[in-house]
C-alpha cells in the first residue's frame, strides 16, 4: 500500500504560478511512474502530467504542455509540479497518484493509489 499526501496549491490570479507536492510513503518503489490529474467541478478528471521515478521521463497532457514542469527527488520520494502561466481552467483538485507500472501513461486506471487532493483556484 502507497499514502501519498499532497500539499501546496492554493489561489492565484491568472497568469500566476502555483507548486504542488507529493510525498509518497508506504510500499514505494522507484521502478514505479507517478502522475498528476486534476479534476473541476462537473468534469471527469484529466490528466496533466506524469514521471517515470527511475529515469525521470516526463509526459504531459495537453493542458500542461509548455507551462507545467513535473520533476521528483527520488532521495525525497516526492514530485513536484510547478505550474506557471495558470488560467481560469487551471481551477481545480489536483490529485497525485502512483502508477501500476513503469511507464508515464495517462489513464487514471493505469494508477492504484490516489492522494486526497490539493485545491488550486485560479481568477480573473
Known amino acids: 500500500q502507497v499514502q501519498l499526501v499532497e500539499s501546496g496549491g492554493g489561489w492565484v490570479q491568472a497568469g500566476g504560478s502555483l507548486t504542488v507536492s507529493c510525498a509518497a510513503s508506504?510500499?514505494?518503489?522507484?521502478?514505479?511512474?507517478m502522475g498528476w490529474f486534476r479534476q473541476a467541478p462537473g468534469k471527469e478528471r484529466e490528466f496533466v502530467a506524469a514521471?517515470?521515478?527511475?529515469?525521470?521521463?516526463?509526459y504531459y497532457g495537453n493542458s500542461a504542455t509548455g507551462r507545467f514542469t513535473l520533476i521528483r527527488d527520488n532521495a525525497k520520494s516526492t514530485v513536484t509540479l510547478q505550474m506557471n502561466n495558470l488560467d481560469l481552467e487551471g481551477t481545480a483538485v489536483y490529485y497525485c497518484?502512483?502508477?501500476?507500472?513503469?511507464?508515464?501513461?495517462?489513464?487514471?486506471?493505469?494508477?492504484?493509489?490516489w492522494g486526497q487532493g490539493a485545491q488550486v483556484t485560479v481568477s480573473s
Open positions: 508506504g510500499r514505494t518503489s522507484t521502478s514505479y511512474a
Open positions: 514521471i517515470t521515478w527511475r529515469g525521470g521521463a516526463t
Open positions: 497518484a502512483h502508477s501500476t507500472g513503469v511507464v508515464a501513461a495517462p489513464r487514471p486506471d493505469d494508477y492504484d493509489s
